[in-house]
């Protein structure tokens, strides 16, 4: 879809005929060490390929396509803007935006600028964006033009509006004309490399489901290697070749959000790997789209189909189409499976019409995006469906860019020299996740308190409880708010869950603790019908509950299995699809 | 052919069944922040698959093959051997050996004692050998039977040898297995962590083709740092599915020898990518054994056809089979071709038979292998094949890992303050390449003055002369010395061989100056033909030399066409495969 459209650049986009790609030294430069920084590589994506298309924003109103080397000089001049701005080295610089050119050209413009990358999750509600700009002290704000009800009135801080159109009467194209003039055309030499690689390069906010967002600042360096090794880390093991021939050749699909954890470092390393790009809104996303846009490019390519961050009717649209054996996409896409683990339902499900399920964990920014991966072992190619789901299921074991990932008895909060001890590898005895290096976060911004907590006994603390089997992998059991002290046993609500999951008419489930006279407390099921099987339950979802409960009698000890099972149409979340279990515990209260 | 023999390790090569694969932490560790260590990837190799089959030696009396989990205990049991025989951190230890698990084992147990690896080449003279070990200071030599004949009389240091059996009684076994003993099954916690990352990886010594061989050390950053983004550099960009995916799935064949510049940090990267590796000896290397080695594995694979290191006559034994287009290879492979730019010929027989050819440049160990690559670019599908060739036989642009390649006019040896000035970007004028970054050697070992002069300018100084092309390329015209001044005019004598290799009949060529009494020098072509043409013009050399000065006539300037041609069965090298010019220049003053 992308070739098929005219377009003409601004004339500020378009670079000089002997532009050279090198910024100005740092006065500490040396011949045989170079500070890591994942700015390096649009300048020599603009060197190497000039020419071909670096990103490409279809499916809009004024659909946009930029070359490598007219990209790279729109993220130049938007690093003179903002130094024109009085953006310092260090400061924070906004974006508030949907996957477009602007969040695009912010991950290297600003970083170009010395200055850190604050990008706003765009569903969160104007108290939350407020609370955010005045924490991180941004001095400077860029937003798209959808999004501009997010802006606190009487913001004192310069506000650009992108109307998203790359016309030269846009204000964001005036920002960067601006840029181009101030300058001078002094073009990349005019710019200082940043002499310290432990800069800080982003600066996100978390969606905490309880309290403040806190601010997870990450370093150039801790970008640079995530981002060199994330693809390899995630895909060289599996043999997908299609993943990897695609990202070589040509189409990254981006559907995870760019503000969501600075996409996991994608927008560097589709630059990186010479990738075209294509920014595409979350809301365009289902099954026909994907095939669409599967079909319409070349031979080899391939999705990054990030499931996390689909609300429930965008997976639902994804999963209807899948029973008809004839509507299998073009080739074999990998889906990337954050945020919960998949269920036997959706790894049948998504094989069934041909995506190849890879399942990470990792704490959004702090991690840079996932740090663990279940890496699949030859011999499960034996196993069932439920089993092979089961195995699936488990966090499994450090990137490469981890130094590691342990499963500890945390020591007292109060301890001073806290010794962290490994739990056995036994697949049952419950600790917390933590894990140290490259990976984790420089700081939470201006908040050293919760640094000193997080980063106590000298890794970072995850406060997710898991389990260690004995080859090594991890299982998250739950966090520990979310276990539900049943009869005085600990029950996790994820092992419930996963068992409540394999129900074949089950589509999504939660379970949470709800008081109880005699138990204290005992699990309560809130339940998404499988669209396929809903219209069979209607009108009779006591007789469904009855069914579940049966189900999870046969797989669950007792104390575990659900008192109530209720079915829903849909179920609360945060604004990047994690389950907010706080409203409905809130509900469950009341009952 | 790997899995066709039985083979039982030593009972010291077998892990404890509770083996945790971490170090022990440095005193300085953080948490958000560890020193880049290409040690880590046998870590969470033999963690994460250890059954997976990791290492291959075959065709040799004792074929052996080794997991990940079997591969890494030896590699510890070699560690703490190392420790146990007084090498401390910082100290060199020498391997001398053929590729075999020998030199792989050291790549990761010298590093994990934190020694330094010092692998010298197996071809070198005894005397040269001598001097290396003298020069480095190498406190353990570790040697294979085959080149015992190497070590100088007399050594002081501890001599191991390896009688490559894998066997309870061989003598590097028994160093193995001391070295378990004396581990007291304190395993990989008995073992401290590297702290800096800028700490010596390996020296390696030139075969520098004048004067004493100098010692380039590397660091362990740079190794990390060029492994991780060698193969996307070399590759990711030109979507060659076949090579990732074989990356990813399986099987590296290295012909490559790991002596040289520490095997282009194949050696880890293989391991990075859980690769399965097979140590195979240059002496096997023939097309019938491409064929079948890569008939034999897995759908998905690579062969690292590494040209440089090929005698005239392997690179003979491969091309003969090209003209029956019967013998393709069973799927593509990717030919890397160094030392010497590829010729259209070479090109089109390489991918007659299934070879993708990728041409790339470097400094041997001094830019931890090649730095620079001919990108291939999309509108070259419609060029004739000397058109491309001619765009291929250029250097091209820097690695990622590289800060990037400059052609500058070097300052004066003695100025203070030198400042490089690019030359033009015409093609035409001849500059000094130089190069600077994480890929450049730490220094040349013990030899300050020089490292001096290599870096002088704050870049390193590659002593290659060359032009930048308007597209930014970089095509190499000389080493200094070897430019021809013919009637006062510089004539370039790699741009003579590029233009006789053009002749259908040349399978290798040479061009030297011979003093010349009226233009003071002439270039002199000594060539090899290729063998299929070679009995045309069995007995009248004379014409062969006749008609190839015509075709130069119509291709070079006068004073750049050769006044001689001979035709000769082979050329004087180094033992990696350089043609050693300055032998021919003996040859020519006595004519």
């Known amino acids: 879809m992308a070739a098929h459209f005219t377009f003409t650049p601004t004339p500020a986009s378009i670079p000089p005929s002997n532009v050279v790609y090198r910024l100005k030294d740092s006065p500490n430069a040396s011949v045989n060490s170079h500070p890591l920084n994942p700015l390096d590589f649009i300048l020599r994506a603009a ?11 279809p499916n809009v109103e004024y659909p946009v396509q930029y070359t490598f080397a007219v990209w790279a000089q729109r993220i130049q001049n938007l690093a003179y803007a903002l130094i024109r701005a009085g953006v310092k080295p260090g400061d924070r610089v906004a974006v508030i935006a949907p996957n477009s050119p602007l969040i695009a050209d912010a991950h290297h413009g600003v970083i170009a600028a010395r200055a850190v990358l604050t990008p706003i999750n765009t569903r969160l509600k104007p ?34 509006v992108s109307k998203d159109t790359g016309r030269a009467d846009d204000p964001y194209e005036t920002l960067l004309a601006e840029g181009r003039r101030f300058s001078e055309e002094k073009s990349w030499g005019g710019l200082v490399a940043e002499p310290d690689e432990n800069a800080g390069a982003v600066l996100c906010y978390t969606s905490g489901t309880t309290g403040r967002p806190k601010g997870v600042i990450t370093t150039l360096r801790g970008e640079y290697v995530e981002l060199s090794l994330l693809l390899l880390t995630e895909v060289a093991s599996t043999g997908l070749g299609s993943y990897l021939a695609a ?12 503000f969501h954890a600075a996409g996991w470092t994608f927008p560097w390393s589709n630059v990186f790997a010479f990738a075209k790009q294509a920014r595409f809104s979350l809301k365009l996303f289902s099954y026909s789209f994907l095939n669409v846009t599967t079909e ?13 961050p689909l609300p429930p009717f965008r997976r639902d649209t994804l999963l209807r189409s899948t029973y008809s054996p004839t509507r299998r996409l073009p080739q074999n896409v990998t889906a990337v499976i954050a945020g919960a683990a998949p269920t036997a339902h959706l790894i049948a499900e998504l094989e069934n019409i041909g995506f190849k399920p890879v399942h990470v964990y990792g704490l959004t920014s702090v991690t840079y995006g996932p740090f663990t991966r279940n890496y699949d072992q030859p011999h ?70 919760a640094t000193r907590k997080a980063f106590h006994g000298g890794y970072f603390r995850s406060g997710d409880l898991a389990v260690m089997h004995p080859d090594g992998t991890i299982a998250v059991v739950d966090r520990s708010k979310d276990i539900i002290i049943s009869g005085g046993e600990n029950a996790s609500s994820l092992a419930i869950e996963l068992e409540l999951a394999s129900h074949p008419h089950v589509l999504e489930v939660c379970a949470v603790a709800r008081p109880h006279p005699k138990w204290g407390e005992r699990p309560m099921a809130f339940v998404i019908l499988h669209p396929q099987h809903a219209n069979k339950w209607a009108g009779r979802h006591h007789e469904f509950a009855k069914d579940l409960k049966e189900h999870a009698r046969t797989r ?31 509900i469950v209260v009341k009952l």
Not at 131 to 157: A, C, F, K, W
Not at 300 to 305: F, I, N, S, T, V
């Open 296 to 308: 319409d490019h070349a031979q080899d390519r391939k999705l990054h189909a990030d499931m996390e």
């Open 247 to 258: 990202i070589a050749n040509a189409f990254e699909c981006q559907i995870l959000p760019m």
């Open 47 to 57: 060197q190497i390929y000039p020419d071909k298309v670096a990103l490409v924003h």
């Open 556 to 586: 669950l000890p007792g104390f575990a299995c659900p008192e109530w099972v209720e079915v829903v149409p849909e179920l609360p979340k945060t604004s990047t699809g994690k389950i907010l279990k706080t409203e409905l515990r809130k």
């Open 127 to 160: 108290s939350e964006v407020a609370y955010i700009l005045e924490h991180s002290g941004s001095s400077i704000i860029l937003v798209d033009y959808e999004y501009t009800h997010l802006i606190p009135p009487g913001t004192r801080v310069p506000v650009i």
């Open 380 to 449: 499960w190619e034996n196993l069932s469906l439920e089993e092979r789901a089961r195995l699936m299921a488990r966090q499994g074991q450090a990137f490469a860019t981890a130094l590691g990932v342990r499963v500890v008895l945390p020591p007292a909060d109060d301890d001073k020299n806290p010794v962290l001890r490994d739990v056995p590898r036994d697949g049952k005895t419950v600790g917390e996740i933590v894990t140290r290096g490259n990976i984790v976060m420089k700081e939470y911004f201006r908040d050293p308190e």
